[in-house]
């Protein structure tokens, strides 16, 4: 550090949280740049299973400060019910260690709402959002009708804004054929929300600067993934934030200088919830395979929606595409014990689009939607490795698959993760 950035580089959901989780034992700071409680973290600290939507993992250190960046979009009543159900785990959210940036922006019913309804409309072409209003709310902003966390600390003006917003919002969802909201009966919630995040709202950037001046280290924790990304991914089948680097700084507000470390997060297969294109997407036994049960948090199940994701061989395409993206200086790639058991491994190497060979996705959806993988495939191996805790005692298969997955996306592959536990990394 001083700043690192942590970023998936796939389709989201590649364990970024646990990544962040062990990262922010040597941080003083850390903070969300993009998105809203979209995102689902998983972490596991002893027997307590953290589930995080808002707040930065970084809170499970009690020496840490956790920010939300003004790139966020936070809808107050789940975050307050979030700080409600760590707090009961016992992890203290003061404000003092979490703070909000006054820049932020609100989701309001209204976006709920308008993101249901636009779901709705789309039929067979809907993206498969997660629902939480995270499109509407980031049309707001850039249209500059939105609401930010600022406004929430002169109630009664907060009060008329997201009244001024809910009528505007009726508007659209009765031409939609929606059912139109009842402000006084929606709002109610968010007042007292907030009038109890009051406390947690400042001028986050200029508090990440000054202490960056003195030496702060400031972990920069992405949501989403590389692939979901406004500009960068798969539009329209994206989010409405920018998960990729640029946007840390963008949605923190601090320079490029003090940048590092930017650290890639891959799970070594391919995992997407929602529509769009995904050119290793695997059917039948060997997705089933992947995605697990669903009995134990770790399988394949979105966090926040608990949809099935869908599940796939690895896609080294789209993870050389993520390193060019964001500069990755290294890869951390999770989840390496659900490979244990299989014959033999798939990569996906290049994509073939009418007859001709790509190796990074084409720009255009059209042609995307066209690609079929061009494999190499490598041995499997059997052993279970989730105790190993060294390079040297994985099987040989297992070292010559890492490798080559760091060759094909030109990324040093610094660590790996062989299980969900804090302690169930390798160090390359
Ligand atoms: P939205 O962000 O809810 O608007 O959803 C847009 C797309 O991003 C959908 O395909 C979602 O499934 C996907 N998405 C949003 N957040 C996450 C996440 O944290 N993990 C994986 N996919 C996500």
Same mark, same amino acid.
């Given at each position: 550090?001083?700043?690192?950035?942590? +970023?998936?580089?796939?389709?989201?959901?590649?364990?970024?949280?646990?990544?962040?989780?062990?990262?922010?034992? !040597?941080? %003083?700071?850390?903070?969300?740049?993009?998105?809203? %409680?979209?995102?689902?973290?998983?972490?596991?600290?002893?027997?307590?299973?953290?589930?995080?939507?808002? +707040? /930065?993992? *970084?809170?499970?250190?009690?020496?840490?400060?956790?920010?939300? *960046?003004?790139?966020?979009?936070?809808?107050?009543?789940?975050?307050?019910?979030?700080?409600?159900?760590?707090?009961?785990?016992?992890?203290?959210?003061?404000?003092?260690?979490?703070?909000?940036?006054?820049?932020?922006?609100?989701?309001?019913?209204?976006?709920?709402?308008?993101?249901?309804?636009?779901?709705?409309?789309?039929?067979?072409?809907? #993206?498969?959002?997660?629902?939480?209003?995270?499109?509407?709310?980031?049309?707001?902003?850039?249209?500059?009708?939105?609401?930010?966390?600022?406004?929430?600390?002169?109630?009664?003006?907060?009060?008329?804004?997201?009244?001024?917003?809910?009528?505007?919002?009726?508007?659209?969802?009765?031409?939609?054929?929606?059912?139109?909201?009842?402000? !006084?009966?929606?709002?109610?919630?968010?007042?007292?929300?907030?009038?109890?995040?009051?406390?947690? #709202?400042?001028?986050?950037?200029?508090?990440?600067?000054?202490?960056?001046?003195?030496?702060?280290?400031?972990?920069?924790?992405?949501?989403?993934?590389?692939?979901?990304?406004?500009?960068?991914?798969?539009? /329209?089948?994206?989010?409405?934030?920018?998960?990729?680097?640029?946007?840390?700084?963008?949605?923190?507000?601090?320079? /490029?200088?003090?940048?590092?470390?930017?650290?890639?997060?891959?799970?070594?297969?391919?995992?997407?919830?929602?529509? *769009?294109?995904?050119?290793?997407?695997?059917?039948? !036994?060997?997705?089933?395979?992947?995605?697990?049960?669903?009995?134990?948090?770790?399988?394949?199940?979105?966090?926040?929606?608990?949809?099935?994701?869908?599940?796939?061989?690895?896609?080294?395409?789209?993870?050389?595409?993520?390193?060019?993206?964001? *500069?990755?200086?290294?890869?951390?790639?999770?989840?390496?014990?659900?490979?244990?058991?299989?014959?033999?491994?798939? +990569?996906?190497?290049?994509?073939?689009?009418?007859?001709?060979?790509?190796?990074? /996705?084409?720009?255009?959806?059209?042609?995307?939607?066209?690609?079929?993988?061009?494999?190499?495939?490598?041995?499997?191996?059997?052993?279970?490795?989730?105790?190993?805790?060294?390079?040297?005692?994985?099987?040989?298969?297992?070292?010559?698959?890492?490798?080559?997955?760091?060759?094909?996306?030109?990324?040093?592959?610094?660590?790996?993760?062989?299980?969900?536990?804090?302690?169930?990394? #390798?160090?390359?």
């Amino acid at each position: 550090m001083p700043a690192t950035i942590v +970023i998936g580089a796939q389709w989201g959901d590649e364990g970024k949280g646990r990544v962040a989780d062990w990262l922010a034992a !040597d941080a %003083d700071i850390v903070a969300r740049y993009a998105g809203g %409680d979209n995102a689902g973290h998983t972490v596991v600290v002893g027997d307590n299973v953290f589930k995080l939507h808002l +707040i /930065p993992s *970084g809170i499970l250190h009690e020496h840490v400060t956790c920010v939300l *960046g003004n790139g966020m979009v936070v809808n107050p009543v789940n975050l307050l019910k979030e700080m409600d159900q760590i707090a009961a785990l016992g992890v203290e959210v003061s404000p003092e260690r979490f703070m909000i940036s006054s820049r932020a922006h609100l989701i309001t019913p209204a976006h709920v709402a308008l993101d249901g309804a636009s779901e709705k409309a789309l039929g067979s072409q809907a #993206i498969g959002t997660t629902l939480r209003g995270i499109g509407p709310a980031y049309l707001d902003k850039t249209g500059r009708k939105g609401i930010r966390a600022g406004q929430m600390l002169d109630i009664e003006a907060f009060g008329d804004a997201l009244n001024d917003m809910i009528r505007r919002a009726n508007v659209t969802l009765t031409a939609q054929g929606a059912q139109p909201l009842n402000p !006084d009966l929606v709002t109610q919630d968010y007042i007292e929300a907030a009038v109890r995040l009051r406390p947690f #709202i400042r001028d986050t950037s200029t508090y990440v600067n000054a202490r960056l001046k003195d030496g702060a280290r400031v972990l920069c924790e992405g949501a989403q993934g590389t692939l979901l990304d406004v500009d960068h991914g798969d539009y /329209p089948y994206v989010t409405s934030s920018s998960p990729t680097a640029g946007g840390a700084l963008i949605g923190i507000g601090f320079g /490029p200088g003090y940048v590092d470390r930017v650290m890639g997060v891959a799970k070594c297969f391919s995992t997407r919830v929602g529509s *769009g294109p995904m050119p290793t997407e695997l059917e039948g !036994d060997l997705a089933s395979r992947l995605r697990g049960t669903g009995e134990n948090f770790w399988d394949e199940y979105g966090t926040t929606t608990g949809r099935p994701r869908r599940c796939g061989w690895l896609d080294a395409v789209v993870l050389r595409y993520a390193a060019q993206v964001n *500069g990755f200086t290294e890869l951390f790639l999770t989840k390496l014990d659900v490979l244990s058991g299989f014959d033999e491994i798939k +990569i996906a190497v290049g994509y073939s689009i009418d007859g001709k060979r790509y190796e990074f /996705p084409p720009d255009r959806l059209t042609e995307l939607e066209k690609a079929e993988p061009i494999y190499e495939t490598l041995p499997g191996w059997s052993e279970d490795i989730t105790a190993v805790r060294q390079a040297s005692d994985l099987p040989a298969e297992t070292r010559t698959y890492v490798q080559r997955v760091g060759e094909l996306c030109e990324t040093r592959i610094t660590t790996i993760s062989v299980g969900p536990e804090r302690e169930q990394l #390798i160090h390359l």
